[in-house]
């Protein structure tokens, strides 16, 4: 009858993850961390030009208006707001119907490491009934 072979073994069989394994997974886990720190300000920052875009359609929902005046009312949210990734000047006013359509695709850079940068693109559209 054989025996376990493993049973000599005893208190001496080694387990768990090693030095190395464990420095690994630290640095995969602290590069996804510093990914997500340098995010946050450009996902705060596409927040603050959705509402900016939601409350200009509130403010001129229901009136006669024109680009002009979006486009103004935009730049003046954005300077309070200080948003940097987007101009007044950069957003698509046209008009659509009975509506006028605000979009807004832009791209946000944030760097990482060394020459290596975080690009995410939005993309908002926003009616204004009139």
């Known amino acids: 009858m054989l025996l376990n072979d493993h049973a000599h073994l005893g208190p001496h069989r080694q387990r768990g993850a090693t030095f190395i394994g464990m420095v690994t997974i630290v640095a995969i886990l602290g590069f996804g961390l510093y990914a997500g720190i340098r995010l946050v300000p450009l996902y705060l920052e596409y927040m603050n030009v959705v509402r900016s875009m939601d409350q200009v359609s509130e403010e001129f929902s229901g009136q006669a208006t024109n680009a002009n005046a979006i486009r103004s009312a935009l730049g003046k949210r954005w300077d309070i707001e200080d948003i940097k990734s987007l101009d007044a000047k950069d957003i698509d006013i046209h008009k659509e119907g009975n509506e006028f359509i605000m ?28």
């Open 103 to 130: 979009d807004a695709v832009y791209r946000a850079e944030a760097p990482f490491v060394a020459n290596i940068l975080l690009v995410v693109d939005f993309d908002k559209t926003v009616s204004i009934p009139q």
